[in-house]
């Protein structure tokens, strides 16, 4: 008699507990949150995804609306990641991420999305430094839906740093073993 029930779209239990769920352990609540740097955009598509794996021809994503996983096509859909997706400004572009933590710092409550004098509004006092003559009102509606998606399925928000992306490359390992062999050389001569 099997001890657990593995649920259609979980393959083992590590992926039921740890990436799809909040682990209750006595006393203590461990939450899983999701990265933003997995979380794509697919042309033809409504809503947010998070991308699980990549193939050649496509990729499997999982839509934060309705949790169901599916394979996506490269011929047919284009996949932006939202890490990737800049903002014009006055100035300098911003990443997208930068006005997602102003919407998130602020005590102004999300306009409604049908509504595009509010969501302008919104958007004049929470990020005033947006280039409204080329940020058109359908990208502020998106942005503010994508939010609304995002803080409900519990994605941490946050860019990663230079510091991130070498330890899940795995190519400062590298970079500690040569000053070690060089002084040992060094020694030899």
Partial sequence: MPMFCLLPGFHNIYTLLFKHAVYLAPFKI???????SKIISVT?????????????DGAIVRSLDDKT?????????????????????VGDNVNLAEVFMAMKESAEPLP????P?????????????????RVYPSDMKKMVK???????????????TGDDAEDESGSDEADDFAPESQEAEAGKA
């Fill in 30 to 36: 461990f939450a899983f949150t999701m990265e933003y």
């Fill in 44 to 56: 033809g598509l409504a809503g947010l995804f998070e991308l699980v794996g990549s193939k050649t």
């Fill in 69 to 89: 996983v599916r394979f996506i096509s490269s011929r047919q859909h284009n996949f932006s990641h939202l890490e990737s997706v800049e903002v014009f400004t």
């Fill in 112 to 115: 409604s999305e049908k509504d």
């Fill in 117 to 133: 004098k509010a969501i302008k509004a919104y958007f004049e006092k929470v990020y005033a430094d947006l280039d409204f003559d």
């Fill in 146 to 160: 994508w939010f609304s998606i995002l803080t409900g399925s519990g994605v941490d928000i946050k860019l990663r």
